[in-house]
């Protein structure tokens, strides 16, 4: 009975070590070959237990180590690394380090690697989580794509394109989705390709100018106007137009001994007529819409004791007009100011050189104020 359980415990040893010796041994006859990269080189793996790898110097040694499944890989120069023989659906292949995978007999085709990356492609929804962030003023709103609640291989994998660079309320993005040709081990495909983004709620530059919208504009004017007539009383000029002396230019029109002493005494606005412009495209100036009141300021004042009488032309400006939001119209960055510009030569000389000098990049027309 002693003698029999021994015996079967030497044939068990016996099966064992001529199993593991059969495994070592197909391993090594298996990764005997030429192995080849993506780009055509070869590794040539002798059953002498050498190996060549193309266009590299000298010839390297390797061995299969304990865990029977190991290669340990020496190049000529005594450096090592260790290498599995791996299979996916395109073959064997064994990574090589630096020099990338290597297929065995061949490297598979673009049209194989295709077919199988289409059969093994994992769905990524890229719309799943994205934000669209909304910044300017319409018409020229631009869109950033916020994919940071999206998952980690939408991250990574996926850009995205907008149809335009800018938009304005109440017209549709068409947001395109990419996938990156480079996704590493794995394939995937996009649930989807496109989407749409509608664009509403966000400030708007005023395109035209309606009755409300002027009535507030000429009630700020005349207050700009009557705190301009204020401060110049008794001034040698009018407020706000500091190169522009009215009655010490016109004074010595007749006579250049004449100065002025006591400056000036009286101011009367008269109203001619406005303008309104647009931008045709978008430039560099940032100057969207513009709306300009042209007045004749008739000023009187005394010189050496005698009354003298002067007309200055200005264009009072509100650039940048807004709706905002809540309907409300704000202008010049929401300051609510105006830019001044004047002329002594006449309201056609000031029409040209500060409004229409500027037909090219806006469309500019008149308007009637009541």
């Known amino acids: 009975m002693k003698k029999r359980r021994i015996i079967s415990i030497i044939l068990i040893f016996v099966i064992l070590v001529t199993c593991f010796s059969g495994c070592k041994a197909s391993n090594k006859k298996s990764i005997v070959g030429q192995w080849y990269n993506e780009k055509g080189k070869c590794l040539d793996i ?34 090592t690394q260790e290498s599995k023989i791996n299979k996916d659906d395109l ?49 020229y709103c631009k869109i950033a794509i916020n994919n940071q609640e999206c998952n980690n291989e939408v991250r990574n994998y996926v850009t995205y394109e907008l149809d ?26 996009l649930s989807s390709n496109s989407a749409q983004y509608n664009v509403s709620g966000q400030d708007e530059y005023i395109t035209h100018i309606e009755e409300n919208d002027l009535n507030i504009l000429k009630n700020e004017i005349n207050d700009k106007i009557n705190a301009l007539i204020s401060a110049s009383i008794g001034s040698n000029k009018l407020c706000d137009v500091s190169d522009m002396n009215i009655l010490d230019y016109e004074t ?10 006591n400056g000036i005494t009286k101011v009367t606005p008269e109203y001619s007529t406005a303008y309104f412009s647009t931008l045709k495209k978008e430039n560099s100036n940032r100057i969207y819409n513009c709306c300009s ?28 007009l807004v709706k905002n939001k809540n309907g409300l119209l704000t202008w010049n960055d929401e300051k609510c100011d105006f830019s001044i510009a004047a002329s002594y030569n006449g309201i ?23």
Do not use: H
């Open 164 to 189: 335009k660079e800018y938009y304005a309320n109440g017209e549709t993005a068409l947001v395109t989705a990419k996938l990156s040709p480079d996704t590493g081990k794995n394939s995937y495909m």
């Open 46 to 79: 002798r059953s002498d237990g050498t190996w060549k790898l193309e266009d590299s110097y000298g010839t390297g040694t390797y061995k299969l180590l304990d865990d029977k499944e190991t290669f340990e890989f020496t190049d000529f120069y005594g450096d």
């Open 348 to 370: 056609d000389s000031l029409v040209s050189n500060t409004v229409m000098d500027k037909s090219d990049a806006y469309n500019i027309s008149q308007i009637e104020v009541k």
């Open 252 to 261: 010595r029109l007749s006579d250049a001994n004449f100065y002025m002493r």
């Open 91 to 139: 073959g064997q292949y064994i990574d090589f380090g630096y020099y990338g995978d290597f297929y065995k007999d061949a490297y598979p085709s673009k049209e194989e690697i295709e077919k199988v990356n289409a059969k093994n492609a994992i769905s990524l929804n890229p719309f799943e989580g994205i934000k669209y962030e909304v910044s300017g003023i319409s018409p």
């Open 293 to 320: 009141f042209i007045y004749c300021l008739n000023v009187e004042g005394d010189v050496n004791g005698t009354i003298c009488k002067g007309k200055l032309f200005i264009n009072l400006s509100a650039v940048n």
